[in-house]
């Protein structure tokens, strides 16, 4: 019997939020879908098979920028920048080709956490 691999990938990237209804609501908007779990302790996002948490616990983790930042796939990475900037985003790094076709940008949601995009047809889109 063969033992699974002991990474089995990415799973959760979790957001320190200080409103979390109000975070809920924004997270929503972006993403297009209610939250799959959704407790006063935690706020869960299924998006292509990951997990976008908000956590309103901030006794260990501040929001903002500083730690990892999450890319979420998207099909155009400019429509995606100007439409969060419409939701509210604050700009962090406009889109930028990084090579091979693949396009990068960064925005500050806002509750001050980075919120990164790419474009990378080279990647499957899963949500299709």
């Given at each position: 019997?063969?033992?699974?691999?002991?990474?089995?990938?990415?799973?959760?990237?979790?957001?320190?939020?200080?409103?979390?209804?109000?975070?809920?609501?924004?997270?929503?908007?972006?993403?297009?879908?209610?939250?799959?779990?959704?407790?006063?302790?935690?706020?869960?996002?299924?998006?292509?098979?990951?997990?976008?948490?908000?956590?309103?616990?901030?006794?260990?983790?501040?929001?903002?920028?500083?730690?990892?930042?999450?890319?979420?796939?998207?099909?155009?990475?400019?429509?995606?920048w100007e439409r969060l900037m419409k939701?509210?985003?604050?700009?962090?790094?406009?889109?930028?080709?990084?090579?091979?076709?693949?396009?990068?940008?960064?925005?500050?949601?806002?509750?001050?956490?980075?919120?990164?995009?790419?474009?990378?047809?080279?990647?499957?889109n899963t949500a299709a």
């Open positions: 019997m063969t033992k699974p691999p002991p990474i089995l990938g990415l799973r959760t990237t979790l957001y320190p939020v200080t409103d979390l209804a109000k975070a809920k609501a924004w997270y929503s908007q972006v993403l297009g879908t209610a939250p799959y779990f959704d407790e006063p302790f935690y706020v869960g996002f299924n998006v292509g098979g990951f997990e976008l948490g908000l956590d309103p616990d901030t006794s260990a983790a501040k929001p903002g920028a500083g730690g990892p930042v999450p890319y979420w796939g998207v099909e155009n990475a400019d429509q995606a939701l509210g985003a604050e700009p962090a790094s406009p889109v930028k080709d990084v090579g091979g076709g693949i396009r990068v940008a960064t925005v500050k949601d806002p509750f001050g956490n980075v919120f990164g995009l790419i474009e990378n047809p080279h990647f499957p």
